[in-house]
């Protein structure tokens, strides 16, 4: 029951942050996430949500990259997992697996499972390096643009 607790304490801090830094327009602050051993990073304003995974319903005859669908807050969301979709090992459901909710903009019900969040990061000075950015440790991470992918036709269709 504590590890519950810390969960939505967790999960309510993250929010918080990503309110606050939302209502600061942090433009340099992004959401780290890691995806079979990969940064990736995402613009606030291109996130709704960020939580736990729900239990998932698997769908039939689905890609094997679409893990299922989720209930979250009255609203049944296809999660579609990350680093399935692009061709690596699919994502293993743990304590800090994370689902990513796109904004409600893009139009489309759905959720991105990633292994764990890494955090806020604030990406000035990070070096640009053919399209990703690397941090001062050496790290590359990706950027991740919602609106790319959650418009490609591979992405909609979900069957196999």
């Known amino acids: 029951m504590k590890a519950r607790r810390d969960l939505v304490g967790f999960q309510r801090r993250l929010v918080e942050r990503l309110d606050a830094a939302a209502t ?5 602050a992004h ?3 890691d995806s079979a051993g990969e940064g990736w990073l995402v613009e606030l304003a291109d996130a709704r949500e960020l939580i736990p995974v729900p239990p998932l319903t698997e769908v039939p005859t689905a890609q094997p990259w679409f893990r299922g669908v989720a209930g979250v807050r009255g609203e049944l969301l296809g999660v579609v997992d990350f680093a399935a979709y692009r061709g690596r090992e699919p994502t293993p459901l743990r304590l800090e697996s994370r689902m990513l909710i796109p904004h409600a903009r893009f ?8 292994g764990r969040s890494l955090g806020l990061k604030d990406v000035r000075g990070y070096d640009r390096a053919a ?3 690397v941090d001062d440790t050496g790290r590359r991470w990706h950027i991740l643009q919602p609106a ?3 418009s490609e036709p591979r992405f909609l269709d979900i069957a196999a």
């Open 24 to 28: 600061r327009r942090i433009e340099h």
């Open 31 to 33: 959401l780290a996430l």
């Open 107 to 114: 139009g489309v019900n759905c959720a991105l499972l990633f």
């Open 131 to 133: 399209g990703d950015l």
């Open 148 to 150: 790319g992918l959650l």
